[in-house]
C-alpha cells in the first residue's frame, strides 16, 4: 500500500507522517519501506519519504505498492494527480487542512528558527513588525500557492 500524507506547506504533513508510520510498524511489526530512489523528489532524495509529484504515475504503475508499504508526505493540488492517486484501490491520502493564518505564522517562525530570516526588527524582538515584514515580502505569495 502507499500512504500519502497530504497538505500544504507547514500544515503537519510531517507529524502526520510520523504518527501513520508508528501505526503501521504497530499493526505489521516491519517497518514502511521507503520510496525507491528513482522515484524521490530531487530536493529530498536522501532520506526517501518525498515521492516526486511527476513520477508518482510510473510509480503506481510500477507496482511495488501492492506487496509492500510505503509511507510518504507530499503538497500534491492538481487535480490529475489526485486523479491518479485515487484510482488505485491500494493508495490511501490523508489530507491535512490548517487554517492559512496558523501555517503562515508556523512558516514564519520556521524561518527564524532556520537562520532564513535576517532581518533587524527581528534582532530587536519586535516579532509583530517582523511578521508583518515577512507577510508583504514572501508570506502572501506562499498564502497564494
Known sequence: ?????????KSG?????????SIIRTAT???????????????????????????????LKSGPHK?????TRGHFY???????????????ILNIKRDLKDTLVSHY????????????SIQQGELQEGFEKYY???GRFKAQQ
Open 1 to 9: 500500500m502507499l500512504v500519502l500524507s497530504n497538505g500544504a506547506f
Open 13 to 21: 504533513s510531517t507529524w502526520m507522517r510520523a504518527i501513520i508510520g
Open 29 to 59: 511489526g516491519s517497518q514502511y519501506q521507503k520510496v525507491p530512489y528513482e522515484f524521490r523528489s530531487p530536493m529530498y532524495v536522501k532520506n526517501g519519504v518525498w515521492i516526486d509529484e511527476d513520477k508518482l504515475e510510473r510509480f
Open 67 to 71: 506487496n509492500q508499504n510505503f509511507l
Open 78 to 92: 492538481k487535480k490529475e494527480t489526485r486523479d491518479i492517486l485515487l484510482s488505485y484501490d491500494s493508495v490511501y
Open 109 to 120: 517562525y520556521h524561518l527564524i528558527s532556520q537562520g532564513k530570516l535576517d532581518d533587524h
Open 136 to 138: 508583504w515580502r514572501l
